[in-house]
């Protein structure tokens, strides 16, 4: 593919609108829908919402960092742009599948590249039932939440809380407890990426529990559901040397 048509979307903040008009200016700008590739300007946060927006298109999308963090975002460098696409490693994700279920009874499903994450919405901690693959693992888990994290997804809010770091080619899920209270010495499991997963909220009109897929979150949930979306595939595009494996790996080593 020459990666001749290009579309360019970026952030809502001045360096990332600034380099949106200079890459349009040489290399023009074409739909999601038309183009060979997208590439992203911003930050990761503008990096997961792209991936959201875009998941059905099936498109390579290549980030390049215009915000803060940019753990999934390639330097910024508006030189060579279909050249460096071509040349670029590509990386496939599938993104976690949430099925929430409210109080009221009503389903909402909503996907997660990073991870999926159960908090305490109240004062009081949450008091939570852990099911993998029809069998209860943890019968009470009271803590501030817990989380489902994906390789990619790994490095986030997950790390944050003293999950595992997962390679990508691991194929295993992250299970993370988040200020875990009971049990005492719980620090989570490591889950092949086809466990199928189901939180049960326990006590939940006292301790009342909100879920989390990346940007989609649901409030006053009393059971949740995790499975990989096998189905969906998400391609990234890294500078050679510079891939999402190596930053990952990188991350284990950062004192």
Not at 76 to 94: C, I, K, M, Q, Y
Not at 175 to 182: E, F, G, K, M, V
Request: glycine content about 6%; charged content about 25%.
């Amino acid at each position: 593919m020459d990666y001749s048509k290009i579309a360019f979307l970026a952030d809502r903040n001045e360096g990332a609108s600034s380099a949106l008009e200079e890459l349009t200016a040489r290399y023009g700008n074409v739909e999601p829908a038309e183009a060979d590739a997208i590439v992203a300007l911003g930050g990761d946060g503008f990096m997961l919402r792209t991936l959201h927006r875009h998941m059905t298109l099936e498109k390579p999308i290549y980030g390049m960092n215009k915000g803060t963090v940019g753990f999934l975002m390639n330097n910024f460098n508006p030189d060579g742009v279909p050249e460096r696409l071509r040349e670029a490693e590509s990386v496939t994700l599938h993104p976690l599948r949430m099925k929430a279920v409210r109080e009221s009874g009503t389903e909402q499903t909503a996907l997660a590249i990073n991870e999926v994450s159960l908090l305490r919405q109240s004062r009081q901690a949450a008091k939570v039932r852990i099911w993998i693959d029809g069998r209860v693992r943890v019968e009470e888990l009271i803590c501030d939440g817990v989380l489902v994290a994906t390789p990619a997804g790994s490095t986030a809010y997950n790390l944050s809380a003293h999950g595992s770091i997962l390679p990508l080619g691991s194929n295993v899920l992250a299970l993370t407890p988040i200020s875990a209270y009971r049990p005492r010495r719980w620090r989570g499991a490591l889950l092949h990426r086809e466990a199928a997963v189901k939180f049960e909220i326990l006590d939940h009109y006292k301790r009342p529990v909100s879920a989390t897929a990346d940007l989609t979150e649901v409030r006053d949930v009393v059971e949740v559901e995790v499975n990989e979306a096998k189905d969906i595939a998400l391609r990234l595009l890294f500078d050679k040397g510079h891939s999402l494996e190596e930053r990952i790996l990188n991350e284990q080593f950062i004192p």
